[in-house]
């Protein structure tokens, strides 16, 4: 049973067509392996019930010869994402009890293509996280391992990745919005796609920084990648910022020839104190995509240096009021009131218990910075700065680059509780080489390219020009084909 | 389009203990868009819906929600826009002003702080006949209306009607350019007549579908002057704004009192605190709400849930092409086309039901004068008298235009048309048919009215001597020989017969 849970998409969707295999024991595999897996923490919300009941009409739709691209695929779904009928809570207390009445158009458009819904991923609270550790439910745990070590498998996307690293899953949705899709996906030796910023519909996913999210796949190679994103994407009448845009056939422009194509390597993206071995893969990943026929230029995107402070800027500003609906008034957690207490106790003790320390802190950032007397030398200034930063990567596309390669992450995993009393400026450095893309909204892409002196794996990252996901993902292809990762997690949940 | 010519009015002035006091007065003015759905969701905007029934997920904000801008929302306020002779921005933005309020569901309202749609405009507020003033008008910005809270349904517990939340509002700034509470109405009544031509908002008050916040300072004579010269704001005196007014009367009486109140501490040599001000209609006061210090930081920034509004002039113009006339231009029309006094024709104008009803009469019955008289002085006073509006008039534009048809023609005095309709008010039916079944017919014929002058000579010796003496007792004669005819007789035939029998 486990081995079916290994499959990729791409097989088992053959399987599934020819018979070999039906949606009801890949969905039956994968609730066992959930069942056991419990130690991960990557599912917090179970829907066997759904899931089989889903099963067994993708079965019939296969039998009926009306497979869709997705008919009968087992997927797990981020907290982040409204499900309808199933708590969706953004890993936060102040959600608790939520059981939106209405699907997301990501997940509803994952199973119009035939999905099937494991249930809900664990993440950071509300998105905002680089290590799963802020989650209402604890914190996931990565399936890597060094010496008995409890690891963190990233986040906020944390147990999507841990969710698909282990096999509990053959692929998950994530989001992202300064690195949770791709920073996951390293930490765990998977891929993980953020698209172009509006390529994916925003409607029904619980808001962290409206003008940075986005919704991507995470999975088990580059193929699955391209055959979830199709299903994903799309214009949205109900998103204003989501682009009406044909959705091309992303697997079919996955032919692996790079020849002739320009990739970039930002001298910025070389950090004081970066590990030698983060160092010697991206050296890796340049020799591998010019030895696939690439041209490889070394490219300036000069304000790099200014994104992480920028990125702290406008994601809490943004976040302080896409949180303000959070008011015990209409749904979720409420406090407990005490005699005499009015609408503004109600706010505050609803918030203080709903809120965990991250999000509040991020909150108080995010109104201090839109607050009178700060606008412009905080908020103004950031979106002057994004700007800048866009235009940086406008400038390389524009001299004939078409995908820039950098590290995903400036570490491997590192181990669970490390974080409780560092200064939060530390947790916000993992997103240093992921926040640009957003801020720019282009797409990128963490592909597994090695691993460290412990056997923990690293990714590559590929940032590609605007809604040219499937030349960004063709690149993909060609470095996981000469990367050849193919490690595993060994099984101690 | 024809301009009538006017004066700008006097300042109000108020004689305060040591000197005389001018007003300034500016405007905000919320005016609920004329649209069966909200401004960022598809609910009705139906009023008086069951408690919290018009209601999308958007609108009471559950997570992950999506404004989406409506169009015809947009639509509506280009054309109040072109309707104030306003500069419409082809590209404007939405913006987030934060606070909490349970009736605010989002955590925030959605407006346009930084760039309106609509840009500087004008409307004209006529004092008097000849008198107007311009009053300059800043901006107006699409914006959403909150919910309601209502607090006096139970001790312990507050409710919320979200029915509300979301509807779009135009947001309309005038300059600091009204002088006094007279003209402070007249600018909201303008306001509302123009809103209501357009039909981008229905002008009722009572249900708060228009209301205005109002900025009252005062400053000594010749200040205003100063600060008009150079738009330099240092000239007039600190403002407070009196929030939430949604009557005319109110909007006079507070401003009155605000002006009042405000002179009264700076001629005691105190200081003008800037600071929102509710007025209390009960106790005829105005108090204070929260000052500047309190005043809420609504940390606005851009709406990232929404793109820039970009629109197209082609599609401005296509709106500008199709504006009905305008209440101004149409009384301009109505003084030279049909030759009515600037009187008469405002009150024509004042609302286009009345203005459409009389362009019927006029034009069926062929005489703008006489037609602007029956429908003002009969029909109008009737229809007050009974409370009813034009719609409900019970005399359709046909029926009345027949009675000026048959004055016109001489078949009824304006005496009998009087009696006519009050018949066709009160039972229907069509005033020629009326006039010919009671045999109200003016008798024209000289014959039979020479015999009825001769019976009345015959019978009035005495009269007639008293009349040869003194020919003003001629008068007497044409009463008698009306009464003789029922009044149908023509007067002004009567009084030439009896002036040349009586040989006069």
């Known amino acids: 049973m486990s081995e079916l849970t ?102 509803q458009k994952l199973f119009d293509a ?206 302080s009021s896409n949180l303000a609906r959070y008011d015990g008034v209409r749904f979720g957690h409420r406090a407990k009131l005490s005699q005499g207490d009015g609408i503004t106790e109600m706010y505050e003790k609803t918030r203080a218990e709903g809120f965990g320390p991250e999000v509040q802190r991020r909150v108080m950032i995010g109104t201090y910075v839109l607050s009178a007397g700060f606008y412009d030398a905080y908020y103004n200034r950031a979106r002057k700065v994004r700007t800048l930063i866009k235009r940086d990567f406008e400038d390389a596309f524009a001299q004939g680059v078409d995908a820039i390669l950098t590290p995903a992450t400036p570490s491997a995993a590192f181990p669970l509780g490390q974080s409780d009393d560092a200064d939060p400026v530390a947790m916000y450095l993992n997103d240093v080489f992921t926040v640009t893309v957003n801020l720019a909204g282009l797409p990128g892409i963490a592909v597994p390219a090695g691993q460290d002196g412990q056997g923990l794996p690293l990714g590559l990252q590929l940032i590609g020009r605007p809604w040219e996901e499937g030349d960004l993902l063709n690149t993909a292809y060609a470095l996981e084909r000469a990367a050849g990762f193919v490690g595993k997690p060994e099984k101690w949940w | 389009m024809l301009d009538l010519t006017f004066e700008a009015p006097k300042p109000k002035v108020i004689a305060g203990a040591k000197h005389d006091w001018e007003l300034v007065i500016g405007m905000e003015v919320h005016a609920q868009v004329a649209s069966k759905a909200k401004l960022f969701s598809g609910a009705s905007t139906q009023f008086g819906a069951e408690p919290n029934s018009n209601v999308a997920f958007v609108d009471a904000a559950m997570p992950g929600m999506l404004p989406v801008i409506n169009e015809f929302c947009v639509e509506q306020a280009v054309r109040t826009g072109l309707g104030l002779k306003a500069k419409i921005n082809l590209r404007s933005a939405f ?150 007014m949604n009557s005319m009367r109110f909007i006079q009486a507070a401003i009155d ?59 401005v113009d296509d709106i500008a092409a199709n504006l009905p006339e305008l209440p101004d231009a149409k009384k301009a029309r109505f003084v030279t086309e049909f030759g009515l006094s600037e009187y008469d024709a405002s009150v024509l104008t004042a609302d286009l039901a009345n203005a459409a009803y009389f362009e019927a009469v006029a034009a069926e019955a062929g005489d703008g004068k006489m037609a602007a008289n029956w429908v003002i002085n009969e029909l109008f006073g009737r229809l007050k008298k009974d409370d009813r509006g034009i719609e409900d008039s019970p005399v359709a534009p046909g029926q009345l235009a027949a009675l000026v048809g048959l004055i016109k023609k001489g078949d009824i005095s304006g005496k009998i048309a009087k009696d006519v309709f009050e018949i066709v008010y009160t039972e229907g039916g069509d005033p020629a048919k009326i006039v010919e079944e009671k045999g109200l017919k003016q008798v024209t014929d000289t014959g039979a009215i020479e015999a009825a002058v001769d019976e009345v000579i015959a019978a009035n010796p005495a009269q007639v001597e008293k009349a040869q003496a003194n020919p003003k007792l001629a008068g007497w004669f044409v009463g008698q020989v009306m009464k003789a005819t029922g009044g149908k007789a023509n007067p002004k035939a009567v009084n030439e017969i009896v002036t040349a029998k009586l040989g006069l």
């Open chain 1, 6 to 107: 290994k499959m990729t998409i791409a097989a088992a969707r053959d399987a599934l067509g020819k018979g070999e295999v039906t949606s009801l024991e890949l969905t039956e595999a994968c609730l066992t392996a959930i069942d056991g897996a419990d130690a991960l923490g990557a599912f917090v919300h179970k829907t066997p019930d759904l899931a089989r009941e889903m099963a067994a009409a993708a079965d019939a739709r296969i039998k009926a010869g009306e497979a869709d691209k997705l008919t009968g695929i087992p997927l797990g779904i981020k907290d982040l994402f409204c499900t309808k009928g199933v708590p969706s809570q953004a890993a936060s207390r102040i959600l608790e009890g939520f059981r939106p009445e209405y699907e997301s158009t990501v997940s």
């Open chain 1, 114 to 319: 035939g999905a099937v819904m494991l249930g809900k991923l664990n993440m950071d609270e509300f998105a905002m996280g680089s290590s799963n550790e802020t989650s209402v439910y604890g914190n996931a745990v990565n399936p890597w391992r060094v010496n008995g070590q409890d690891l963190t498998p990233g986040g906020s996307s944390g147990g999507s990745a841990a969710a698909v690293a282990a096999d509990l899953c053959l692929g998950a949705t994530g989001t992202d919005t300064g690195g949770s899709i791709r920073q996951p996906a390293a930490f765990t030796g998977i891929t993980g796609l953020k698209p172009t910023y509006g390529r994916c519909s925003r409607w029904g996913i619980v808001a962290f920084a409206s003008s940075l999210d986005q919704a991507g796949p995470m999975a088990k190679d580059v193929r699955d990648c391209a055959i979830m994103l199709e299903a994903m994407c799309g214009h949205d009448p109900k998103d204003s910022t989501s682009a009406d845009l044909e959705v091309p056939d992303f697997e079919a422009m996955l032919t692996g020839d790079i020849r002739g194509k320009t990739i970039g390597i930002p001298r910025e993206y070389r950090m004081d104190g970066m590990p030698a071995e983060i160092e010697a893969l991206w050296a890796e990943g340049r020799k591998m995509l010019q030895d696939a026929g690439a041209k490889i230029v070394d490219i300036s995107l000069p304000h790099t240096k200014y994104a992480l402070p920028t990125y702290y800027v406008i994601a809490p500003a943004e976040a």
């Open chain 2, 95 to 244: 913006d987030r002003k934060n606070y909490f309020y349970p009736d605010l569901p989002q955590g925030y309202q959605i407006s346009q702080l930084y760039h309106p749609l609509v840009g500087e405009g004008e409307v004209l507020v006529d004092m008097e006949p000849g008198i107007a003033r311009r009053v300059r008008i800043e901006r107006i910005h699409m914006e959403q209306d909150a919910g309601k809270s209502i607090h006096d349904m139970d001790p312990a517990m507050s409710f919320v009607d979200l029915n509300r939340t979301g509807v779009a509002l135009m947001e309309i700034v005038s300059r600091p350019d009204i002088r006094g509470p007279e003209e402070a109405a007249a600018y909201v009544a303008k306001l509302r007549q123009i809103l209501r031509y357009l039909g981008t908002c229905d002008g009722n008050m009572q249900n708060g579908n228009l209301r205005a916040d109002v900025n009252v300072s005062v400053c000594r004579p010749g200040a205003y002057e100063k600060y008009m010269e150079t738009q330099d704001f240092s000239h007039l005196g600190t403002r407070c704004e009196i929030k939430n």
């Open chain 2, 257 to 315: 009192y605000e002006a009042r109140r405000q002179i009264g501490i700076l001629e005691a040599g105190g200081e003008i605190v800037q600071e929102t001000r509710l007025y209390d209609p009960d106790k005829g006061e105005t108090r204070s709400m929260r000052s500047k210090e309190e005043a809420h930081d609504y940390r606005y920034f851009p709406d990232p849930d929404l793109l820039p509004l970009e629109i197209e002039q082609a599609w």
